[in-house]
C-alpha cells in the first residue's frame, strides 16, 4: 500500500513562489520510482508540467521550463516542485505522481 500526501498549495500572487511538497508512506523505495507533476484547471485536460527519473534526470513542460524545478528526496521519500514566477495561467490542482500512484491533488491559485 502506497501514499502520497501532497502539501504547499495555497494562493499566491502574480510574480510569487510556492513549494509543493508530496511524501510517499508505505513499503516503498523511492528511488526505484520515477515522480510526476500533473496539473489540471477546470475544463482543461491534466497535463504534467515536470518529471524526475529514477536516475535524477529531469524534463518540463515548455510552459514552466525555467520557473518550475523538480527535486527529490529519497531519504525522506519526498518530491517537491519549487515554482518561481508564478502566472495566472498556472492557477490549476496540481498531483504528484509515483509510477502509477497519484496523490490527492492540492490547489495553487495565483491572482492579485
Known amino acids: 500500500q502506497v501514499q502520497l500526501a501532497e502539501s504547499g498549495g495555497g494562493l499566491v500572487q502574480p510574480g510569487g513562489s510556492l513549494r509543493l511538497s508530496c511524501a510517499a508512506s508505505?513499503?516503498?523505495?523511492?528511488?526505484?520510482?520515477?515522480w510526476d507533476w500533473y496539473r489540471q484547471a477546470p475544463g482543461k485536460q491534466r497535463e504534467l508540467v515536470a518529471r524526475?527519473?529514477?536516475?535524477?534526470?529531469?524534463s518540463y513542460a515548455d510552459s514552466v521550463k525555467g520557473r518550475f524545478t523538480i527535486s527529490r528526496d529519497n531519504a525522506k521519500n519526498t518530491v517537491y516542485l519549487e515554482m518561481n514566477s508564478l502566472k495566472p495561467e498556472d492557477t490549476a490542482v496540481y498531483y504528484c505522481?509515483?509510477?502509477?500512484?497519484w496523490g490527492q491533488g492540492t490547489q495553487v491559485s495565483v491572482s492579485s
Open positions: 508505505g513499503s516503498i523505495t523511492t528511488r526505484l520510482y520515477a
Open positions: 524526475i527519473s529514477s536516475g535524477g534526470s529531469t
Open positions: 505522481k509515483m509510477g502509477n500512484d
